[in-house]
């Protein structure tokens, strides 16, 4: 998997192992509060995740154990796991750093956040003041 077709999904299970091998629900758990309650992976999807992450090579099962009965299987990053995990959050790093420098550019010119149309600026509307104001 390139880091350019690295799915959000595919990033935060990633970095949900890079410290330790977890067990599905641990996955879960983790990519929920890595990602502040924005994405909350169903059991299908993350084992889809970790079906192409373990087809491109970047996790493998690490052990199974039985827990309550239930079989628990936890899974690793490989090494080329934590390259590729690397160079993902370099690329957003990068790309984030490049999204502030624009945003302090376009402070410091003065301009606000809307996109150049390459059309000059609208005027402003006039305002309408009614009769207490003196215009109609």
Do not use: C, N
């Amino acid at each position: 998997m390139t880091p350019k077709s690295m799915t959000r999904a595919a990033f935060l299970v990633l970095t949900a192992l890079a410290d330790q091998p977890r067990h599905g629900y641990g996955i879960l758990r983790e990519v929920e509060e890595l990602s502040d309650g924005e994405v909350q992976l169903r059991v299908g999807t993350l084992y889809g995740v970790l079906d192409r992450l373990s087809a491109d090579g970047l996790t493998v099962l690490d052990r199974e154990e039985v827990r309550q009965g239930r079989l628990r299987r936890y899974y690793r990053l490989t090494d080329d796991g934590v390259a590729a995990l690397d160079a993902e959050a370099e690329r957003m790093a990068a790309g984030a750093g490049a999204a502030k420098r624009r945003i302090a550019e376009g402070r410091r010119a003065g301009t606000d956040a809307a996109p150049d149309s390459g059309a000059p600026p609208r005027p402003e509307p006039p305002t309408a003041l009614g009769l207490a104001g003196g215009h109609a």
